[in-house]
């Protein structure tokens, strides 16, 4: 008898067979946004998280932490628990970058890529009836009066101010840095007149250029984005500036491999929904989807060219 109730205790302390353990996911999943509501990447964000949670069968709770270049959200995510439950967006460079640039409250092995979903091109932005009326106007305009116009991003060392240094730096032209926490309050300051220019990606400012409001003077990809097929690169006007931002998904490193490929399979599957292609398109996603091991290699590399630069030209302000 005492033999069988040893087995018995032992038994319980045993973990459970996995039939016997709650599938994943079984409660709703936070996504962290480092930037703010109205953006770019809020929206890319929301319309991903309703189409996945089809596929989860759980709700996705979009929370947006903006400020510091994305340090503040990215730091956050880094903290939280791998269980898969908190889960964020990541975009480059910042994610890369801001590590590099100063004693962040992360560093980038800290996450663990999910997947890649966007890659939209930089783009230089001015009002339909600035007197701007091209790329090159612009930069003789820098030269006369160093320091005074300005341009707005989403902070330090994004993809837009390390677009406008690369410019300074090939030009010999000097303009004012004012950076913002999202492309949302960019375009708020800018449509208001308190700056003359705006560097958000392309697919931020598309629907605004339609309509009549803003007008792009180059487009920053290493080749014409097809949904901008009038706007010439920046390479092509002379300028030797290819700069972007690639927004994907990421958990904290840790993150159970079974879990990430499970979130990685539902952001698949939500990229290929017929809804998220639809609405993808509405809204000028240029989209680039990557799985887990290929985002982290992007990444990597990624890193490996930011630190070079930072090297050779840090970029403070």
Do not use: C
């Amino acid at each position: 008898m005492r033999r069988a109730v040893l087995a018995l205790g032992l038994a319980a302390l045993l973990p459970l067979p996995a039939a016997a353990q709650a599938p994943y996911p079984d409660r709703p999943i936070t996504m962290i946004i480092a930037y703010a509501a109205g953006g770019g990447t809020d929206t890319a964000a929301r319309t991903l998280a309703r189409v996945m949670e089809k596929d989860l069968g759980q709700s996705i709770v979009v929370v947006n932490r903006p400020g510091a270049g994305g340090e503040i959200g990215w730091s956050e995510l880094a903290r939280a628990k791998p269980d898969g439950y908190t889960i964020g967006f990541t975009n480059t460079p910042g994610i890369v970058t801001v590590p590099i640039e100063r004693q962040a409250r992360f560093k980038l092995d800290d996450f663990a890529p999910i997947a890649n979903i966007v890659d939209d091109p930089g783009g230089i932005w001015v009002l339909a009836d600035s007197p701007y009326r091209s790329l090159a106007e612009l930069v003789e305009a820098a030269k006369k009066a160093p320091g005074t116009l300005g341009y707005g991003t989403t902070g330090i060392g994004s993809d837009d101010h390390l677009a406008m240094l690369a410019l300074e730096r090939l030009t010999g032209a000097s303009f004012l840095h004012i950076p913002f926490a999202g492309s949302s309050q960019v375009r708020t300051a800018l449509l208001s007149k308190n700056l003359p220019i705006a560097v958000v990606n392309m697919g931020e400012g598309l629907v605004d250029w339609k309509q009549g409001v803003l007008r792009p003077l180059a487009q920053l990809g290493p080749q014409r984005w097809e949904a901008a097929a009038a706007v010439p690169t920046a390479k092509e006007l002379g300028f030797d500036v290819v700069e972007g931002s690639m927004r994907g998904v990421a958990a904290p490193a840790g993150v159970p491999r079974p879990v990430l490929d499970r979130l990685a399979q539902a952001v698949q599957r939500a990229v290929e929904d017929p809804d998220f292609q639809k609405t993808a398109q509405q809204q000028n996603l240029p989209l680039r989807v990557l799985g887990p091991d290929a985002y982290r290699a992007e990444l990597l590399a990624l890193k490996a060219q930011y630190e070079k630069l930072w090297a050779a030209h840090p970029w403070k302000e």
